[in-house]
């Protein structure tokens, strides 16, 4: 029998934000495994599959549960928040694979966190822009600080994922001090909360206040470059087209 595994991305967990080809991945699998939190987005799309819960912290164990049921020959769904790609589930799957069997897995893209917060913002992503999760349960540091120092000086738009949690919660404040040595104070930040999920919030904010807005696990940072605009309930980063005015 032959075995199939979709790694999949289920968005920011509103319906409308889940593309069809994550829909046509559950309705195939016969397993669902992910985080125990992430089955109540899906709860209608996978009943009478077998669902293997997991917490956090097991995203290893997820992985090789996945892959263990692949070579099993069932069609697996291992489904993550976003896109399985960006800070995801993906790049474990593959690495438990190796070289063997990667005809067998598909990756299915989800909306990430990233592309759901700026398209709340209106345009912040419109040039080039760099992404750094301030968690340091996995990186050191140092390297999170050399990485935020090295966007910054570039002029990139910067996205922050994770910028706070209970046990972190200097990390942040510190993230503030080194955008500011290279960008101006009134450079416009955005910050948004449960993107497209109850409870959503979106409040714009500058470099020198962004940390007087409450930020958690479940916010998106973005801080602008040295050509972000705020347009009224918007902020655009230029591409930098020349617009020409057209007469009425």
Not at 69 to 84: A, K, N
Not at 178 to 200: C, E, K, M, S
């Amino acid at each position: 029998m032959q075995g199939r595994l979709f790694v999949v991305g289920l968005g920011p967990g509103d319906r409308s934000a889940m593309t069809g080809q994550v829909l046509e991945a559950l309705r195939q699998a016969t397993v669902v495994v992910g985080y125990s939190g992430y089955f109540a987005l899906v709860a209608d799309l996978v009943g009478g599959k077998e669902c293997l819960a997991l917490p956090l912290t097991q995203e290893a164990e997820r992985a090789r549960l996945a892959v263990q049921r692949l070579r099993r020959g069932q069609v697996v769904c291992l489904i993550s928040s976003g896109d399985p790609g960006v800070y995801g589930m993906a790049s474990l799957v593959l690495q438990c694979l190796g070289d063997e069997e990667l005809e067998d897995v598909t990756i299915v893209p989800g909306v990430s966190a990233v592309n759901a917060a700026a398209a709340l913002l209106g345009a912040p992503l419109g040039h080039d822009f760099a992404v750094v999760s301030l968690s340091d349960l996995l990186t050191p540091w140092d390297t999170i600080e050399r990485r935020l120092s090295a966007a910054a000086e570039a002029d990139f738009v910067l996205a922050l994922l994770n910028p706070q949690s209970r046990r972190r919660d200097w990390q942040y404040r510190r993230a503030q001090e080194i955008l500011a040595r290279h960008r101006a104070g009134d450079t416009p930040v955005g910050v948004v909360r449960n993107a497209y999920r109850p409870g959503q919030s979106i409040e714009l904010s500058t470099l020198a206040h962004m940390a007087e807005v409450a930020v958690d696990m479940f916010t998106t940072v973005i801080v602008g470059n040295s050509q972000t605009q705020r347009l009224g309930r918007f902020m655009v980063t230029p591409r930098g087209y020349t617009l020409v005015a057209q007469e009425e």
